[in-house]
């Protein structure tokens, strides 16, 4: 049997670049990625418990599909042995406020960890704080920060990209819908300025705090119709004339 651990990152980035090719990728490959993931449990369940304890959520985790690598290593000259997020776990918060503040935790639980921040200068309309931690065993982990509408644009992004077209999660496939999820993401990114607002407002005992509240759970109707529209408008564009 193959043991990955043992191999170097020069074998592993060999292994990548076999992957990376058009035609299907060979058992003995397949057995050693799997077997790298799988090498990550570890690491990505110490991780997620340190994230738990430090910010009292508990994070949803996973460990990186084959066919999302492969597609990762088509799309970018990277290295296998550079992918940083095979591992990854997530938290949602409910607003900027409490997003910056698990960041903070986070980043004193692991020092010397990166930050991705793409709140302001979301990628292709995703916005999220991301966290990539190395363990000393030289894994990394992947720690994603999402408030509520970061995460429902993330996952409307990923369903309507999985469903109609993959190349719109990295600004390509069918315009009308890329301009569709443009429009979502600030209307995602207005909602959480307008519960900051409403969060602050309530912190501070300001009179128009149950008004701003009003207007949030509006906005969210709101999202969640231009959402439906979005999606319908998708499958229509996906029918042959």
């Known amino acids: 049997m193959l043991v990955c651990v043992a191999l170097s990152k020069n074998q592993l980035d060999k292994v990548g670049d076999r992957l990376r090719r058009p035609e299907a990728p060979r058992d003995a490959d397949l057995a050693i990625y799997d077997e790298y993931r799988d090498s990550h449990y570890g690491p990505l369940a110490e991780v997620a418990t340190q994230v738990e304890e430090i910010t009292g959520i508990e994070p949803s985790s996973r460990l990186k599909h084959l066919e999302s690598v492969i597609e990762k290593l088509r799309r970018q000259p990277g290295r296998l042995s550079r992918i940083a997020d095979i591992a990854g776990c997530r938290i949602r918060v409910a607003s900027l406020l409490e997003q910056q503040a698990a960041l903070d935790q986070i980043q004193a639980a692991f020092p010397g960890a990166r930050v991705r921040d793409y709140r302001t200068a979301s990628q292709f309309g995703y916005r999220a704080v991301h966290v990539i931690t190395t363990l000393e065993d030289g894994k990394s982990v992947e720690i994603q920060v999402r408030t509520m509408p970061q995460n429902m644009w993330a996952n409307l992004s990923e369903s309507v990209a999985r469903g109609f077209d993959i190349r719109l999660k990295y600004g390509g496939g069918p315009?009308?819908?890329?301009?569709?999820?443009?429009?979502l993401s600030e209307h995602a990114a207005e909602l959480d300025d307008l519960i900051l607002q409403a969060r602050e407002s309530r912190l501070s005992a300001e009179r128009d705090a149950d008004g701003l509240d009003r207007l949030v759970a509006a906005s969210f109707e709101s999202f969640h119709r231009e959402s439906v529209t979005?999606?319908?408008?998708?499958?229509?564009?996906?029918l042959p004339d």
């Not at 979005?230 to 996906?238: I, K, T």
């Open 175 to 183: 315009e009308s819908i890329l301009v569709a999820l443009g429009e």
């Open 230 to 238: 979005l999606l319908v408008g998708a499958h229509h564009d996906s």
